[in-house]
């Protein structure tokens, strides 16, 4: 951290003989105050927490309502003197371009990862900050590497700023629906293929209802998320990096909880984003993708994410949300400050208690079982279990210069849902041969169109 600044009072006459008598004073505790002083009591200085600053936040990644009713009061709480301003780009003419265009750069950019190469990098706003972490002695050690290592991926290896929260998930399950049928809750340390076990004893059709034993926004938990941190293009080349053997055990691996005995599904049913729905009507027994707002009729509990056996431990992927100082601002100090400030475990531990994952790379069991602590729909629930895996690491960054391409993703869920698909013939190899032949052609497109 810095030193605190002093307040130094220049005299106006002061010869050698005079200055000598009063530092003599000084040291011996005696002596006439000082200008600046009153009854010989030193004025006090200002200290870093008392300095004042102007910083606007460009909330590309947080709600106005988050950021005023969470993270102001922290800040201001310790920075009284600091005046908070936001910019939104929902808002017209808070758009970033026309901020840079106005002269009118926040100090700081809230957002994930893809708020580097679109906000940070595309407008030039990036900065290396080690020297200012250096010169601070803040202790980035205390940070998660994956998401450092991220950060450094997308903005040329430059560190730009600070996760000040991480993501966090877990694997919730349907207390309910396991108390009817019998069967063994789910435990923390899972494989997918226990859970897949699991599933089978649950689904099942009784009553003329239909019950599942696992359902989930597919493409998200494996697929975006995926543990084994596999990219949907070649990070070298431009080309598809989708069928290999890793990706056709990640997909085979979905298809199985959808080819159970007794379940069907249409490309409507089985599309993952409808998929997501089941586990809140109260018929399946387990999901990972999360809303309990929703979980009405049931009890319901968590437990860790499930992990591969070749990657124990290894949790999902996930973007972290970063606070970037930009290079054009002028108090990067102040802005330092908050990200430090809120980066520090007294302040991680208040997030915590209302469900802000904190990015550390060894989390306190103090702030793991105060975790959502504040969020009632948490009372009681297996909160640890949210920190039991590692997050996996990023995909290898692409390099630069290789062709954008986008629709990898959707592409491979579209193949992924013709393999659900009841009556469907398509195997994991050809799906991913299919998407590879896709994709690839839609680079060559997209090449041809930038001629």
């Not at 923390?188 to 076990?197: F, K, L």
């Not at 941190?229 to 990706?247: F, G, I, M, R």
């Not at 997909?251 to 089985?270: A, C, E, M, N």
């Not at 969020?375 to 629930?381: A, S």
């Amino acid at each position: 951290m810095m030193k605190k600044s002093r307040v130094i009072h220049p005299r106006t006459v002061l010869v050698p003989a005079i200055l000598a008598l009063i530092l003599s004073a000084c040291s011996s505790g005696g002596g006439t105050p000082a200008a600046g002083e009153k009854d010989g009591k030193a004025a006090p200085s200002v200290t870093d927490d008392q300095k004042a600053a102007e910083l606007t936040f460009y909330l590309n990644s947080m709600t106005k309502k988050e950021f005023d009713e969470i993270y102001a009061p922290i800040i201001k709480a310790k920075y009284p003197n600091y005046v908070l301003k936001t910019a939104e780009p929902a808002v017209k003419g808070q758009e970033i371009q026309n901020l840079v265009a106005a002269g009118s750069v926040p100090d700081i950019v809230v957002g994930t990862k893809g708020t580097i190469s679109f906000v940070m990098e595309e407008y030039g706003l990036s900065e290396d900050i080690s020297e200012l972490i250096k010169t601070r002695k803040y202790d980035l050690t205390r940070i998660e590497p994956v998401f450092i290592d991220a950060m450094k991926g997308y903005a040329g290896g430059k560190v730009i700023g600070l996760p000040v929260n991480a993501p966090a998930n877990a694997l919730h399950y349907n207390k309910t629906l396991f108390d009817k049928f019998g069967v063994a809750y789910p435990k923390d340390g899972m494989t997918w293929d226990d859970v897949y076990e699991i599933a089978k004893k649950m689904t099942r059709f009784e009553d003329g209802v239909q019950y599942r034993g696992y359902s989930e926004r597919w493409h998200q938990i494996f697929m975006e998320f995926n543990q084994y941190s596999l990219p949907y293009l070649d990070p070298k080349e431009d080309k598809a990096a989708v069928n290999t053997d890793q990706w056709k055990k990640i997909v085979d691996g979905i298809v199985r909880f959808y080819k159970l005995p007794g379940l069907k599904f249409d490309s409507k049913t089985g599309y993952t984003e409808e998929d997501l729905k089941v586990f809140e009507t109260g018929v399946s027994a387990m999901t990972v993708f999360a809303r309990p707002d929703n979980y009405k009729t049931f009890e319901w509990d968590i437990v860790s994410v499930p992990t591969y056996k070749d990657k124990p431990n290894i949790g999902l992927a996930g973007s972290a949300r970063y606070f970037f100082i930009t290079n054009t601002s002028k108090e990067k100090e102040a802005a330092f400050n908050v990200m430090s400030h809120l980066t520090s475990d007294e302040v991680l531990l208040k997030l915590s208690k209302v469900g802000i994952a904190p990015p550390l790379a060894q989390m306190p069991e103090e702030m793991k079982k105060a975790f959502n602590q504040d969020n009632p729909l948490y009372q009681g629930k297996h909160v640890t279990s949210f920190f039991y895996n590692k997050p996996a690491p990023e995909p290898p960054i692409r390099a630069a210069g290789l062709t954008p391409f986008t629709k990898s993703q959707s592409i491979l869920i579209g193949e992924v849902l013709k393999m659900i698909v009841e009556g469907s013939e398509v195997d994991a190899n050809t799906a991913l041969r299919t998407a590879e032949e896709l994709i690839n052609k839609g680079i060559s497109e997209a090449k041809a169109a930038k001629k």
